[in-house]
């Protein structure tokens, strides 16, 4: 009923779940990780106890081969069950059981393992593992690849519903709730696809706060370019061009110019503009723009462009 993988980036040590099916809302039951200590992935007639059962036992320094084994022998429908996962090691591990739907199968790689159940073709699982071994970019942007190739083969007899990506780092002492990226696509004609799309968006924000960062450092220059670079990776998200131009300008006074530049590109054409402006003043009656004169010098240098 499914494909995912599951896969630790030897280079940043995040974790990370990617899944497609014919059902909705797929990563509700399906994917599994937490930072600093690995990944899961449950499916076929999915055991959901497997998530939060293979997790406390990767906490407690278990390898992926052991947890698998605890979980297959504890569990009296592994027949039917397939579960994958990767621990803080990269050690990858899977099961398939005997009585899973054609055609259905995994393979563990280096780091990861791809696995499918009722796909179309048996070509999906190989298409996968290619996919994934020869994509570049980060280890999210290299799991949507996977799944791209497994519906190039037609993935799941049934169609395509919904789909879902995880990806935690590679810091045990993060909460467990922190993620790099968490995106669902619950009912969609091409879910993958839209997943995609997230992806890059999610990508787009991450190097936005990237750049917010080096402004915090006094970096502007630096923190201009992060902006330029989140901007072009997702020119529809309004939210971007809108804080940094008004960061900039609390921060700045000397580029006021420059934020509202930011601002118009961004912005100028947008149907909620006015309420965007609107916006801008609320920031500086609660405090949240710390100079005062700013949001008024923002507004006066938009008027005059």
């Given at each position: ?30 994917s ?12 076929s007639?999915?055991?959901p106890a497997?998530g939060?059962l ?5 906490r ?20 039917r ?20 739907i054609?055609h259905?199968?995994?393979y563990?790689?280096?780091?990861y393992s ?9 070509t ?7 996919a994934y ?10 799991m949507v690849a ?25 810091d ?18 091409r879910?993958?696809e ?45 939210e971007?061009p809108f804080?940094?131009?008004v960061a ?12 509202a ?9 947008h149907?909620?503009r006015a ?23 923002l507004k ?6």
């Open positions: 009923m499914t494909y995912s993988i599951v896969a630790r980036d030897p280079m940043t040590g995040q974790f990370g779940v990617a899944v497609q099916t014919h059902q909705v809302a797929v990563g509700r039951i399906v599994w990780a937490e930072p600093g200590y690995g990944a899961l992935a449950t499916q007639l999915s055991n497997f939060p293979g997790m406390a036992m990767l407690q320094g278990m390898e992926a081969e052991q947890v698998l084994a605890a979980l297959v022998a504890g569990d009296p429908g592994q027949a069950r397939q579960v994958a996962l990767v621990d803080r090691k990269g050690n990858a591990a899977a099961h398939t059981g005997e009585g899973c054609a259905a199968g995994h563990v790689g280096a780091g791809v696995q499918a159940n009722m796909m179309t073709r048996p999906v699982i190989s298409a996968m593992r290619h071994e020869n994509s570049l970019g980060n280890l999210a942007e290299r996977a799944l791209r190739a497994a519906q190039a083969e037609d993935g799941d007899i049934r169609g395509q519903q919904s789909a879902a990506l995880l990806v935690v780092s590679s045990s002492e993060a909460p467990t709730w922190k993620t790099d990226y968490d995106l669902r696509v619950d009912e969609h004609p879910p993958v839209e997943l995609a799309r997230l992806v890059m968006i999610r990508h787009a924000q991450r190097i936005d706060a990237e750049g917010f960062a080096l402004l915090d450092e006094g970096k502007l220059s630096e923190a201009l370019a992060k902006w330029a670079e989140a901007r072009k990776l997702a020119p529809d998200q309004e971007l804080w940094q131009a900039l300008a609390d921060g700045y006074p000397d580029q006021v110019t420059q934020a530049a930011i601002f118009r590109a961004g912005l100028d054409g149907e909620r309420y965007w402006l609107e916006l801008v003043d609320r920031l500086a009656a609660c405090g949240l723009i710390e100079r005062p004169q700013a949001a008024a010098e006066q240098a938009l008027e005059q462009s």
